[in-house]
């Protein structure tokens, strides 16, 4: 079995994070578009409620680059899944019409 790498992410995005949900998005929607999982956000709005959000030690710094990678390839993996979900309407409904 292999050990994957646990992700780390800086104050700053954490605290952007929970502002979205602060602003109204839900949880699932907020981790949806930032690629985290919904646990991992609750956890951090829940820390920030309590006053003890902190971020990633200094030795890994996640780059401001490196956030926008990791939101574009959940957001691509959610296009992607909704062009296949309308695909297959439109194989289902154009069957229907024959």
Sequence with gaps: MTKTARARYTLEFKQ???RLVEGG???AAAARTLGVVDQTLF???KAHRQG???G???KVNVSAEQMEISRLRAE???VKMERDILG???AYFAKGLT
Excluded: C, G, Y
């Design 25 to 27: 998005q839900s949880i």
């Design 52 to 54: 003890q959000l902190m």
């Design 56 to 58: 990633a030690d200094s």
């Design 16 to 18: 952007e994070a929970v």
């Design 88 to 90: 297959k309407a439109t």
């Design 43 to 45: 956890n951090w709005v």
């Design 76 to 78: 691509l993996a959610r």
